[in-house]
Structure formats: structure tokens, C-alpha cells
């Protein structure tokens, strides 16, 4: 299972002095179900091309980086459609998971 290098990328960098407890939340969370690696500084999701019936060209890919003020998310997905589809997901996922400081602020960049 790999994750596409070539198709569609967002990078957001979410202001928060918390980013390495909802990393490891969100990479917890979604090791039930889904290829995850992870340590408190860092963690990569695998998001397979037909999770939850999708039928995608490729996997995505998830990684995340804690930094002292923001919690960096990396999302490289086959095509642009997967990649908005997944920001959405992650966007949801970690605003449960900073419930306290709800919503957060994600400045995605399409690359």
C-alpha cells in the first residue's frame, strides 16, 4: 500500500500549543482502522483507495509533524477530489479531538 507522490497535495499548519496530544488522539483513533505509525512528534495515516466503498486511482497519505505552536498536516492524495475529501475528514476528526478550543484553524495550501 503506498500513497500517491504525484497527485494532489494540501499542506495547513493548525495553531495550537496542543499538537502532539491530538496527533496521537487522531493517530490512535483511526489505528483501529487504518495503516498508522506513530510518536508524539510525529504520525502518517494510510488512507487506501476504496476505504469505506471509495473506489479511488490511489491510497492517500496523512502526515502529521507537532511543533511547539501549530500541529503541521500533510495530506498527498491520487487526485484533487480524494485530497478535499480527506481534508474534510481530518479537519472534523481533530476539531473532537480540540473540542476545548474548537474549531481550529486550518490554512490549507493545494499544491
Known sequence: MTASRTGATSIAHVPTAHGSRYLQQLCKHWGHSLKVAFTPEAGTVIFPKDARG?????????????????????????????RDSLKAAVERHLDRFAFREAPLTFDWRDQ
Not at 491510497?59 to 500533510?74: Q, S, Y
Not at 495530506?75 to 484533487?80: F, G, H, I, S, Y
Open 54 to 82: 471509495a473506489d479511488w486511482p490511489g491510497d492517500a497519505r496523512l502526515c502529521l509533524k507537532a511543533e511547539p505552536a501549530h500541529l503541521e498536516c500533510a495530506l498527498e492524495a491520487a487526485v484533487a477530489a480524494q
